[in-house]
């Protein structure tokens, strides 16, 4: 079956980039999109096909998917963007999450 | 503007079934797809299965196929989980969300479902 690889854990500085990646044999060629999720809320999606951002989403949250590797980026990190992110795609009709991602905004 | 509002918490019993409801409001419900995810206790996403109303028939994630059964009740616009054969291990948080462009766009509040003897 297929898998998405996250990191466990990022930390970033307040006002500095922080880069979250997600690996998965060739996902360039798979939709992938992006999700925060804070304690005790329901996930929001931030990034749809690769790089789309639903309307209400920051622009500093942005994404990319390349050979093996999709990336959320978030530019100018803020205290409130600490939260996990997830990655999601489709396999066939089956659809895959990755372990998440828990960032910290330190 | 698509609404999804869920059941109440469940406590069940090892090898029991529990029923979870996801009602909907907005949107057109029968060519709408509506996913049920769950998410164990300090744990991620774990994705069960999708069903579109006016297809009747859902799929599931192979490592929940013979215990999972998704239906969609057109009359009510809700869309039901049911998960039988319980374990401590399907204590979660369970989540329904419909998809558009191959993406989560709305979830439900989340019921949780705790199974404990």
């Known amino acids: 079956s297929y898998e998405l690889t996250q990191p466990p854990s990022v930390s970033v500085s307040p006002g500095q980039t922080a880069s979250i990646t997600c690996s998965g044999d060739?996902?360039?060629?798979?939709?992938v999109c992006w999700y925060q999720q804070k304690p005790g809320q329901s996930p929001v999606l931030l990034i749809y096909q690769d790089t789309m951002r639903p309307s209400g989403i920051p622009e500093r949250f942005s994404g990319s998917n390349s050979g093996n590797t999709a990336t959320l980026t978030i530019s100018g990190t803020q205290a409130m963007d600490e939260a996990d992110y997830y990655c999601q795609t489709w396999d066939n009709t089956y659809v895959v999450f990755g372990g998440g991602t828990k960032l910290t905004v330190l | 503007q698509v609404q999804l509002v869920q059941s109440g918490a469940e406590v069940k019993k090892p090898g029991s079934s529990v029923k979870v409801s996801c009602k909907t409001s907005?949107?057109?419900?029968?060519?709408?797809?509506f996913n049920w995810v769950r998410q164990a206790p300090g744990q991620g996403l774990e994705w069960m299965g999708r069903?579109?109303?006016?297809?009747?028939?859902?799929n599931y994630a192979q490592r929940f196929q013979g215990r999972v059964t998704i239906i969609a009740d057109e009359s009510t616009r809700t869309v039901y989980l049911e998960l039988s054969s319980l374990r401590s291990e399907d204590t979660a948080m369970y989540f329904c969300?419909?998809?558009?462009?191959?993406?989560?766009?709305?979830w439900g509040q989340g019921t949780m479902v705790t199974v404990s003897s």
């Open positions: 060739k996902l360039e060629n798979k939709y």
């Open positions: 907005g949107g057109t419900f029968s060519s709408s797809p």
């Open positions: 069903i579109i109303p006016v297809f009747r028939s859902a």
């Open positions: 969300a419909t998809d558009r462009a191959f993406a989560f766009d709305i």
